[in-house]
């Protein structure tokens, strides 16, 4: 499966954005979704995951009850709404797939097969 991130900018602390991913190549619903940021100088780290009905989601504690992760399997896409944005939240944001069972969520780099190429969010305090 190839992945498309897309949506970041520059935006002032407090204030929302809404990353998409779009997939394409494979049969979307099958594919445990997530979404990791990497920051300047930093390992690359867990945010969010949903499994293939978005009826499962996980969240990093950094982002619970800001971010909300969404998933539209007709749409084969991919969301992240981020709310209540705070300037360590600048980071560069990837959206991840791997193949799962139904219920399964997965926070760990090592799970994910496909990554896209990542979009930049800054915030500004």
């Known amino acids: 499966v190839q992945l498309q991130a897309s949506g970041g900018g520059l935006v002032q602390a407090g204030g929302s954005l809404r990353l998409s991913c779009a997939a394409s190549g494979r049969t979307f619903s099958n594919y445990v979704m997530g979404w990791f940021r990497q920051a300047p100088g930093k390992e690359r780290e867990f945010v969010a995951t949903?499994?293939?009905?978005?009826?499962?989601?996980g969240y990093a504690d950094s982002v619970k009850g800001r971010f909300s992760i969404s998933r539209d399997n007709a749409k084969n896409a991919l969301y992240l709404q981020m709310n209540s944005l705070k300037p360590e939240d600048t980071a560069v944001y990837y959206c991840?797939?791997?193949?799962?069972?139904?219920?399964?969520?997965?926070?760990?780099?090592?799970?994910?097969?496909?990554w896209g190429q990542g979009t930049l969010v800054t915030v500004s305090s």
């Open positions: 991840a797939a791997t193949v799962g069972y139904s219920g399964t969520i997965y926070s760990q780099t090592g799970h994910y097969n496909y």
């Open positions: 949903i499994n293939w009905s978005g009826d499962r989601t």
